[in-house]
């Protein structure tokens, strides 16, 4: 496409004349994308036309799609290429890059979240202990621009709210001196997702097959294998059980297997193995929990303000970041009495079979809830907010019954530990 192929032409011209220097590409590459306005020229859908109707495309960099729903490659020069990756699936894993350049949305709107990881245990060269720290969380739309670091300057997330969405992304190829190109688990743990052993493999592989089959001495074998594991092979067991626990609904649904003690079992075998080490993995599985409920609740409605809402509690943490967000989508609302619309609609939005039966996730959440919950977001305290509650609606009424259950209730219930983080 002509477009595509002016803008390559032109940042290979400068970045050239640069001396090929990594350190000032991504500046090049957003300029040079702010002054083509692309997306304000053409849409995703003529990329996709273009691309059906070539007979040869241009060499294309990802060829099994491993990145993008797919991605096409649109120029190649001899030190970097221009790709538009479309993307199906909301999440994106936090994560760096071994690569730099730019990126402009296409297409769609998305939630970017930046971080820095403050490594305090190298466990070796594909796992590391720190801490995790929230820089920025913003909204992209139609035409943002962000510039891609290498390496750690730049961990972040992308989820995507609209389905499909595309993004322009004008980058180098993997630089050695980046890698390995680690994901991020909150809160604690970096691990390199394309670490590959053979062993190690197949090892997973066979406890895949032990638990699909529900083999009487699962326990015991898998318990074996984290008796003797390094950390970073037990961490990627307990990845592979709790993938195995967590997706057999039948098992959650009648309580057949106890999935979360048979977890916990495990978790404290790695425990007993590795001590301090091992005791940042609870929170990092907890997590993992919240993520997965949250995720969980967004596939029972189809409102596209309740699908938003869910997204920014998986992916922003604290009350301010999720209202500036709010505010942001919708500016004519009141951050915080959009949130409790929201909530209400959602324990007001049945799900048929679920538990509980609604897209809340809380069982009998209503108007006495709802104002706890408002009292919590202002900050009031627990005494505060049950004293101006029984002034309101008077002691003799069965409504403002174990005030205290209900609030430590709501402060526990995972689809709202984002907003109180």
């Known amino acids: 496409m002509q477009l595509f192929r002016e803008l390559g032409e032109q940042i290979e011209e400068h970045w050239r004349a640069r001396d090929y220097d990594e350190e000032v590409f991504p500046s090049l590459a957003a300029e040079a994308l702010q002054s083509a306005a692309i997306p304000s020229k053409i849409s995703a859908w003529e990329v996709v036309e273009w691309a059906l109707t070539q007979n040869e495309l241009p060499p294309q960099k990802d060829p099994s799609a491993n990145f993008g729903d797919p991605p096409i490659t649109l120029f190649v020069a001899p030190r970097f290429y221009i790709d538009v990756y479309f993307w199906l699936d909301g999440t994106t894993e936090i994560h760096q890059h071994s690569f730099c350049g730019a990126f402009q ?7 970017h979240s930046w971080y820095d990881f403050a490594a305090r245990d190298r466990v070796n060269s594909f796992t590391e202990i720190g ?27 992308l989820f995507h709210l609209d389905q499909p969405s595309a993004t322009i992304v004008v980058r180098t190829d993997k630089s050695p001196l980046y890698l390995p190109q680690y994901s991020y688990h909150k809160p604690y743990l970096a691990t390199d997702p394309f670490y590959s052993h053979e062993t190690t493999n197949r090892k997973l592989q066979t406890i895949g097959a032990l638990f699909a089959v529900k083999h009487p001495e699962t326990d015991r074998m898998v318990t074996g294998v984290l008796e003797q594991s390094d950390f970073q092979t037990s961490v990627a067991v307990l990845n592979t059980v709790r993938h195995h626990l967590s997706t057999n609904q039948l098992d959650q649904l009648f309580n057949l297997s106890q999935p979360v003690e048979r977890f916990r079992g495990f978790l404290d075998v790695v425990r007993r193995r590795h001590g301090e080490r091992a005791e940042v993995l ?6 993992r929990d919240m993520q997965d409920e949250i995720v969980r609740r967004r596939g029972y409605v189809t409102n596209p303000e309740h699908r938003f809402f869910l997204a920014l509690l998986l992916n922003v943490e604290g009350r301010d970041n999720v209202f500036k ?5 919708y500016p004519d609302a009141e951050p915080l009495e959009k949130v409790l619309d929201w909530v209400l609609e959602l324990a007001q939005t049945r799900v048929v079979g679920g538990k509980p039966p609604n897209a809340l996730g809380i069982e009998n959440f209503g108007q006495i ?13 627990d005494a505060t907010i049950t004293d101006e509650l029984r002034r309101e609606v008077g002691e003799n009424t069965d409504l403002i019954a174990d005030l205290e259950a209900r609030l430590t209730l709501i402060r526990e219930a995972l689809i709202f530990r984002p907003l109180f983080a």
């Open 105 to 111: 949305v296409l297409m769609g709107s998305s939630i």
């Open 131 to 157: 801490d995790m720290e929230l820089k920025v969380c913003q909204l992209l739309v139609h035409g943002d621009i962000q510039e891609i670091q290498a390496g750690r300057r730049y961990i972040h997330s």
């Open 282 to 287: 609870p929170a990092v599985f907890s997590h």
């Open 325 to 329: 967000l709010v505010g942001q989508r």
């Open 369 to 381: 809830d709802l104002a706890l919950l408002e009292g919590m977001l202002n900050g009031k305290s």
